[in-house]
């Protein structure tokens, strides 16, 4: 199994598509994972840019809304959109960590009804603030929704339950399971980004998602999967912390970002 890293532009939105890809590329990077709706150009454009570079692209898109129904409507016109860019797949910010179950539900619903009708397959990421916020939400949706594919983001859990998630097996075996891409960022007991991983007090928060991370990849290779995508996914401030004189953030994310991405090839290699 390949194990192909993303590169988000989450920290450089001000670059310019073209510029952007290029320093992507030039970073060793196989893929970008971009949130179209923030994007100016076509879907057409995009997909043929990343062509040009030989780029890969995980399409990123998210509900949004006042309801309910306009989260469905959102999913609907945004997931189109997507598919018109040629991605490996779309993952997706889904519905609200305050709706009811139900209303999840029709939207996780009418994600694997689109992804069926487009050949395009949707992954939905554990986030604070939507529906999967959280270990046991997780797990019943899973539960109820046994297909259910998901982008691995540790990171969020960590921070919403105040724990190093070792009191909850059973929810991280299931998310382990349905997880078929990673977002590679290390959160920690009160936020969902560190500024250092490798600083003393911060490594044992690194050592916690790499063990996830590795189980993932692991059960991936042995279900014969041909590639994994990753993306370090270390942001901007206000995730990244700052320093209270000045505001400058403590360490740069793309840097970070690229750290991020030698570190798990160092430990994992880019063919399992």
């Not at 619903?109 to 992804?115: A, I, P, R, T, V």
């Not at 921070?159 to 070792?166: A, I, Q």
Request: charged share 20%; with cysteine; net charge negative.
């Amino acid at each position: 199994m390949q194990l192909l890293f993303s590169k988000s532009n989450w920290e450089v939105p001000e670059l310019s598509l073209g510029d952007f890809l290029a320093r992507t590329a030039a970073a060793g990077f196989d893929a970008t994972e971009i949130y179209l709706p923030a994007r100016p150009e076509a879907p057409s454009e995009i997909a043929a840019r990343h062509a040009d570079l030989d780029l890969k692209l995980v399409a990123q898109i998210t509900t949004t809304g006042d309801t309910p129904g306009d989260h469905q409507q959102s999913l609907i016109d945004n997931f189109r959109s997507a598919c018109r860019t040629q991605p490996l797949f779309v993952n997706c910010h889904t519905g609200r960590d305050v709706f009811s179950q139900q209303d999840n539900l029709t939207l996780f619903q009418l994600g694997q009804d689109l992804s069926r009708d487009l050949g395009v397959s949707l992954v939905h990421e554990l986030h604070r603030g939507r529906a999967l916020f959280s270990g046991p939400e997780t797990k019943r949706y899973l539960e109820i929704m046994p297909h259910l594919r998901l982008t691995a983001d540790f990171s969020h859990w960590f921070c919403v339950h105040e724990s190093d998630l070792k009191d909850q097996p059973q929810n991280t075996t299931a998310a382990v399971r349905a997880a078929r891409h990673i977002h590679a960022r290390v959160g920690f007991r009160e936020g969902p980004q560190v500024g250092y991983p490798l600083s003393p007090a911060n490594k044992p928060w690194l050592d916690l998602h790499m063990a996830l991370w590795a189980d993932i990849i692991a059960l991936r290779d042995s279900e014969g999967a041909p590639y994994l995508t990753i993306t370090p996914e270390f942001g901007p401030a206000p995730y990244m912390p700052t320093q209270s004189d000045t505001d400058q953030t403590v360490a740069d994310p793309w840097d970070l970002n690229v750290w991020m991405r030698q570190y798990l090839i160092d430990t994992f290699g880019r063919v399992v």
